[in-house]
């Protein structure tokens, strides 16, 4: 393929080696890193301290899918609650499935009581400190044993999420699309990799990729390394990463019921696999390319009472829409779990709202 290396990247605007270019990106690191509560600041890490692997681990792991202003009230409220991996290890599930709650991706707040149980009774409480070690913990893919390894261990591991994919295939201007691209961007990622400042160099491409080299609209005239910048110089780098075309999101329709007893709300606990599995929830009907006849939705009711339609939410998951049309009625119900109207908060934002629709209307 027709892409230049590391070696020769620098070429495009002067010749410039990675060496070089690492440099100035670490240079601009230590001006212009991120303050964020699971970071060491950059003169404490200078002095030796090292981040808390436990912290850098459940900051990875909220990280993944959402941002850091919806993950950082999160990590805040987790780490008072759970201040080590211990405390975390030995809460019951259903505190830490319900405090992840409006997080998403339920499958990943289990995976990390699993890791955090291994840690703690396999381990000691103490992370392994090489990256295979850290992979072999439940759950742990590559991406999170490679951020945790040089973020925490200072190893030389090589970090490459959605972030530091586009600031490859921008520098290097490649042409292949994703997802076929990874290997070759995770390739051209790891040759620039160095035994020296590992974890400031991935924490330093993350940075670049959140609040510079930014996904629509990269500003090139703020980048510390826009002389190395293949797409920058070709003049239309918000072009890359280049993608196959997406098959669209097929659409499901469910009903969601919302059942009262005085100031209580019906709410059952899903099956745990499977999408939001192991979550406390609406009861609902299942979820089909087929809108719901008024008929067919009380006919799949949790209970045999007088049901009436209390409007609908809509929900994107990630490989789905749903549309949630809500029925609302008071009366007696078995198999249920009974809440308080306050509890609500516990729930994944899909029935969240389709709650709160429902309560809002009379029944
Ligand atoms: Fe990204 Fe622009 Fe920097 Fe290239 S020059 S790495 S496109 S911000």
Redesign the pocket.
Known sequence: MAYPTAETAGMVGGFVQPDHLRAQLLSWYDANARHLPWRVGQQDHATGVRADPYRVWLSEVMLQQTTVPHATPYFLAFTERWPTVADLASEADGEVMAAWAGLGYYARARNLLACARAVSNDHGGVFPDTEEGLRALPGLGPYTAAAVGAIAFDLPTNVVDGNVER?MA??FAVDAPLPNAKLELKRLAGELVRSQRPGDWAQALMDLGAT??KPKS???ER?P??RH?A??AEGA?ETYPRRTAKAARPHRFGVAYVLTRGDEVALVRRPPKGLLGGMLALPTSEWRAKRWSESEAIGAAPAPVKWRSAGEVEHVFTHFSLTLQILRAEGDAQDVIWSPHRDMGGLPSVFLKAARVGLSSAA
């Open positions: 600031v921008r520098l510079v080299c990269p500003l090139c980048c390394v826009s910048c797409a920058k780098p």
